[in-house]
């Protein structure tokens, strides 16, 4: 996976009037949890909008008071109207940990039902999978290649023996329709309902942190200051 380097200040207190100062400086608190103990920290707006605001997932290099830790985003709290950045929950991550992230699934290929006039649809843009560090890809890629009209791919159909995928197995994740029956079925349709007859396996969430705004999973975060 990509991995981004920031460097953190430990917060000398917690609370709102000292998470409202930081911010004026152009500083957003965060929490680090999952390893011994939680790390109350703040990093740069400016570095952390560049990473926050990109489809792409990251490993974070996080180093604060000298030391460092690899961590995930567990959870991010905007403003409700102006959509800035207030606070972000870290997951600490360990090479021989397996931990849970949501990443993004890429088509990759060209399908023949596509050149019969199909339309690729994608219902799930994004899976949650559970695995080891060093067995985290960038994307989920998905070979179409071999995809015609009224074919799909299912959760329970992506080879990967390194990877739990916890979405329903019988989920759609990608489609080749018709461009009628996407017409006739409207562009926001949910192919799962296509599945009723199918046993659905049932999908792990994540566990929200007090500060929850985020996909993800780990244990709370007690930053409880917004």
């Not at 965060?30 to 703040?42: N, R």
């Not at 990473?51 to 008071?65: A, E, K």
């Not at 109207?81 to 870290?90: A, G, P, Y």
């Amino acid at each position: 996976m990509k991995t981004v380097s920031l460097s953190g200040s430990l917060r000398e207190n917690v609370g709102k009037k000292d998470a409202k100062k930081n911010r004026r400086e152009g500083l957003i608190p965060c929490v680090l949890y999952g390893g011994e103990e939680q790390k109350h920290f703040t990093l740069a707006n400016k570095e952390l909008v560049k990473t926050i605001w990109n489809p792409d997932v990251f490993i974070y290099q996080l180093t604060i008071d000298g030391k460092e830790h690899q961590a995930i985003v567990q959870d991010i709290q905007f403003h409700p109207v102006s959509d800035k950045l207030l606070h972000i929950d870290f997951l600490e991550v360990f090479e021989d940990k397996p931990f849970i992230i949501t990443l993004p699934v890429k088509a990759m290929g060209s399908a023949p039902g596509l050149q019969k006039g199909g339309k690729l649809y994608m219902n799930r843009r994004k899976l949650q999978v559970k695995g080891l560090l060093n067995d985290m890809p960038e994307t989920i890629n998905l070979d179409v290649s071999k995809m015609d009209v009224n074919d799909t791919i299912k959760v329970k159909e992506i080879d990967n023996d390194k990877l739990t995928f916890l979405d329903p197995s019988n989920s759609v994740v990608i489609a080749i329709k018709s461009a009628r029956a996407m017409a006739a079925m409207g562009a926001d349709m949910d192919l799962d309902e296509d599945e009723e007859d199918e046993e659905a396996a049932e999908g792990a969430e994540g566990a929200e942190g007090e500060e929850s705004g985020a996909e993800g999973e780990g244990q709370e975060s007690s930053e409880g200051e917004e």
